[in-house]
C-alpha cells in the first residue's frame, strides 16, 4: 500500500512540474537582474536596431533555436527600426556568464539604447515578442 501511495505522489509532483515548465516556457517578462544592463554594437557584434532590438543566443543542437530565428526574423522584417541578432551561446561564453543566460534560445528585448527591457527562454510565440517590442519602442 505504501509503495502505490508513494508512485501516487511521484506522478502527482512529476505532472505538476510539467505543467509549470511548459506554461513558462517561452513567455516573455520582465526579469529583476536584468534591471540596467546595456548591451552595445561593440559586444554584440553587429549595430543595434534604430527602435530595438531582438537579441537571440542560440547553440548548434537547438531546435527551437531555428524557430526562433524565424519568428524573430519575421518579426524584425514586419516592425520598421528593428534588428534581430543571433549570438552563438558556444562561441559568446564570457557574455552569456555576464547575462545568465541558461538555456537556449534565450532572445532579450532591448530598446534603442540597448537596455534589456524583457527576457524569454524557450521559443516565445510571435504575438508576445510583438508585444514585447510595445514596451521596448
Request: contains cysteine.
Amino acid at each position: 500500500m505504501t509503495g502505490l501511495v508513494v508512485c501516487v505522489a511521484v506522478l502527482v509532483v512529476a505532472s505538476a512540474y510539467g505543467v509549470l515548465h511548459r506554461w513558462r516556457n517561452g513567455r516573455v517578462r520582465v526579469r529583476g537582474r536584468d534591471d540596467g544592463k546595456l548591451l552595445g554594437a561593440a559586444e554584440l557584434g553587429e549595430d543595434l536596431g534604430e527602435r530595438a532590438t531582438l537579441v537571440q543566443f542560440s547553440s548548434a543542437f537547438c531546435a527551437p533555436c531555428r524557430a526562433t530565428r524565424r519568428i524573430l526574423g519575421e518579426v524584425a522584417e514586419m516592425v520598421p527600426g528593428v534588428a534581430h541578432i543571433e549570438i552563438d551561446a558556444e562561441a559568446r561564453l564570457e557574455l552569456v556568464r555576464r547575462l545568465g543566460i541558461l538555456k537556449t534560445p534565450t532572445v532579450l528585448v532591448l530598446d534603442a539604447d540597448g537596455q534589456v527591457v524583457r527576457r524569454a527562454t524557450g521559443q516565445p510565440r510571435k504575438a508576445d515578442v510583438i508585444a514585447a517590442l510595445g514596451e521596448a519602442v
